[in-house]
């Protein structure tokens, strides 16, 4: 598997071999999957959806629900307009959404059609709402789909009325629900008052109730949406994520935001705590600092197992950021940061992070690709594989010890419904990591090393 990688890297600037992204819709299609009562809607030919639902299915285990305006040739030369009428009508009709989120597809991008001009010119129910985003694929990737879909909810739906009501919204950037789970416990035990935006937790990690529910119980409320143009502030999480739907909201309705690293790890968790104690004037509680000392307790015990460790670290921009911070903070040095996501930003932070703690020797990029990843690796190995799915053969090909974490992971089980965000998270990932360690010294220990106390 991968074993044929050529250990020579050659330039290539118009070739990506094993991408470490997929296209703008699968995140767009998140983003609205976290509203509640909501219909993503491709605009775009029926396989671009069948991927993007099949990608979503399979890492979440869950339904990925969405609607297409199923393109053949005619719409492809002649425009989409009259099939998303029909297609809008059809699932008001028969699927019964709140609202419709429409995004775009390569084809519909390229042969421009006008989603604005389509929408204003729908008859529809009573009550009834469509928003869209523009999420061409040939660009950016399901980060940008994903901030691109926020910000089109944003534009459509969030109005000022000129009064606060008080609330912050929090923009959780592209994680799990079980990330998402675990930021609402602590703002709610900052006791700050907040609406989270999208909300994915309760629908992609609904439970089994023996009935089939089209749309679960979870997910940010239109009403919540539009009352986000009162907010009188935004905590946008992922600075590569939330900084544009953030930009959007204060631009129209004058919302200040703070943007910050995602929080994994001890230090990204710790601003995003104090962000919320500034926001409530409330003390940080007992259970947050004994979750904290228990993280701190937990890092000093195993050290051993991750002094210079050397990590490859890829994936999804704001996650590997904040991964990187993690393993930084445990002593190892993380030799290769890599994200498919396209901007020089992310390399700026991962540089800055290899400073202030002090690290050489270490590479950041973005819009990279695996087989780069692989042959870095080849040329100089690592003791730790950090990232989705796609690095499994890798791992097999090098023989490391690999860890998932992020998006997506498609061959195993419940990652999504567990946070790596948090006190809470950053435990379960210094547990992996040292489960993972530890586990291949035993393996590879003489049988007078191999210890029943380690
Ligand atoms: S055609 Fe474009 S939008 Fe459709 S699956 Fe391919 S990259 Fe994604």
């Not at 992609?204 to 907010?231: F, Q, R, S």
């Not at 631009?251 to 705590?273: E, H, N, Q, S």
């Not at 004994?290 to 993280?295: A, M, N, V």
């Amino acid at each position: 598997m991968l074993k044929l990688t050529p250990k020579e890297i050659s330039k290539r600037s118009a070739l990506t071999v094993n991408p470490c992204k997929t296209c703008q819709p699968v995140g767009a299609i998140y983003a609205a999957l976290g509203v509640h009562n909501c219909m993503p809607h491709s605009h775009g030919s029926q396989g671009c959806a069948s991927y993007h639902r099949t990608f979503l299915t399979r890492h979440f285990k869950e339904p990925a629900i969405a609607s297409t305006s199923s393109f053949t040739e005619g719409a492809s030369v002649f425009g989409g307009g009259s099939n998303i009428k029909t297609g809008v009508k059809n699932v008001f009709d028969i699927y019964n959404p709140d609202i419709i989120a429409v995004h775009t597809t390569c084809l519909s991008e390229t042969i421009g059609d006008d989603l604005n001009a389509y929408i204003q010119d729908m008859d529809l129910p009573e009550g009834k709402i469509v928003v869209h985003a523009n999420t061409p694929s040939y660009v950016g990737s399901h980060i940008s789909g994903f901030y691109n879909m926020m910000a089109g909810f944003i534009r459509y739906l969030s109005k000022s009325t000129g009064k606060s009501n008080g609330k912050t919204a929090i923009f959780p950037g592209f994680v799990n629900p079980g990330d998402i789970r675990e930021m609402k416990k602590i703002a709610n035990l900052m006791k700050v008052p907040f609406t989270m935006f999208p909300d994915q937790s309760g629908v992609m990690d609904a439970p089994m109730t023996g009935d089939y529910a089209m749309y679960p119980k979870g997910g940010t409320t239109v009403t919540e949406i539009v009352e986000m143009g009162d907010c009188k502030k935004v905590l946008a999480l992922g600075e590569l994520t939330s900084e544009e739907p953030a930009n959007v909201l204060e631009r129209k309705c004058k919302v200040p935001y703070t943007l910050i690293p995602l929080p994994i790890g001890i230090d990204a968790t710790d601003k995003f705590v104090m962000e919320l104690s500034q926001l409530s004037n409330e003390e940080v509680p007992y259970e947050l600092e004994e979750e904290r000392g228990q993280l701190v307790d937990l890092m000093l015990d195993a050290h051993f197992y991750f002094f210079n460790k050397t990590v490859a670290i890829f994936g999804d921009p704001d996650t590997v950021l904040g991964l990187t911070r993690l393993v930084l903070e445990m002593g190892m040095i993380p030799k290769y940061v890599l994200t498919g996501t396209p901007g020089e930003n992310f390399v700026k932070l991962a540089q800055e992070l290899f400073e202030q703690f002090g690290v050489e020797g270490c590479t950041a990029k973005a819009a990279g690709d695996l087989l780069e990843l692989h042959q870095w690796i080849k040329n100089e190995k690592v003791d730790l594989l950090l990232g989705t799915t796609y690095g499994k053969q890798i791992a097999r090909a090098e023989d490391i010890p690999f860890i998932r974490a992020g998006f997506p992971v498609l061959d195993r089980y419940a990652h999504s419904s567990f946070p790596i965000v948090g006190y809470k998270g950053a435990m379960r990932m210094v547990q992996a990591i040292a489960d993972t360690l530890m586990d291949r010294q035993d393996k590879e220990c003489s049988d007078e090393d191999f210890e029943i106390v380690m």
